[in-house]
């Protein structure tokens, strides 16, 4: 059995307090895009790992990675042979471990016919909208899970310098934990999606940019490009993305990207 975990993009990301524990609260519209790993899994009498792919590199093949983690959680003790096929990058801002660890779930609540229990977030804070799949206004520390109007269709490019950056040095960073939250859902079409985003933001960009400056040469690339109509970073960084209306602007800006940084045009996904 083979499934996709699609990349997790936060086209909008409000910090709007902290709480008590130290974790940050948020207010974030959440998409997924059509590019990502891909999990195979297969029967076995015990868990085992396999991690394959242009960017295995550096990712762990045992308790460590968090498709291992989600499978004990799920049925501690049941086993399965699982391969993890890597395509995004590493600490990217993409939600490729959380996409991961909810494929893994998926994938084995299936094939080990068990139904999923409450208490995903147990895993990491973006499992339960990345279990989700669909866009969602995102909130609390990422168990509020809110439907958004549906989306109009359109393409993103994702491009990454290769620098990995690091959650907590980014929120570190940051100064200002109390902001105001995300307006209202509500547009139409492209130009007017375009419109509502452009009145959000990314609370963790200007932080991220302070641990990682090539992050700003990154989303200066992106909003020259032809038919960008935004350009942010997403997450805590240091993946940017570009929106775009049609699929031959998207794949023109991936390719005008400099060669050694990762760039990839896909579809939003509905």
Not at 5 to 32: C, E, Q
Not at 58 to 71: H, I, K, S, T, Y
Not at 123 to 134: E, F, I, K, Q, T
Request: hydrophobic share 45%.
């Amino acid at each position: 059995m083979r499934r996709f975990a699609p990349a997790k993009i936060n086209l909008a990301l409000h910090v709007t307090g902290k709480r008590g524990d130290g974790y940050h609260l948020l207010d974030s519209l959440v998409v997924f895009a059509g590019v990502g790993d891909w999990l195979e899994f297969a029967p076995a009498d015990q868990l085992g790992l396999t991690v394959a792919g242009p960017r295995a590199m550096g990712v762990p093949g045992d308790a460590r990675n968090l498709v291992w983690r989600a499978a004990d959680w799920l049925a501690p003790g049941r086993g399965a042979a699982i391969t993890l096929e890597k395509h995004l990058p590493h600490a990217s801002g993409i939600g490729g471990g959380s996409a991961d660890a909810a494929c893994a779930v998926r994938g084995l609540s299936r094939m080990w016919g068990v139904d999923v229990p409450d208490g995903v977030e147990v895993l990491g804070a973006d499992v339960p909208v990345c279990l989700h799949g669909r866009p969602v206004r995102m909130s609390g520390i990422g168990e509020v899970l809110d439907d958004v109007p549906e989306l109009p269709e359109m393409w993103i490019v994702l491009v990454n310098a290769g620098v990995e950056v690091a959650t907590g040095s980014v929120f570190g960073a940051l100064q200002q934990v109390e902001n105001a939250p995300l307006p209202v859902p509500e547009w139409d079409g492209f130009a007017g999606f375009a419109g509502w985003l452009s009145a959000t933001r990314n609370d963790l960009e200007r932080p991220a940019m302070a641990v990682a400056p090539v992050i700003g040469d990154v989303l200066e690339r992106l909003a020259t490009t032809e038919g960008c109509a935004l350009a942010r970073m997403s997450g805590s960084g240091g993946t940017c993305f570009g929106l775009y209306e049609d699929e031959a602007a998207a794949r023109m800006a991936a390719g005008a990207m400099p060669e050694g940084w990762w760039a990839k045009a896909a579809p939003v996904l509905d």
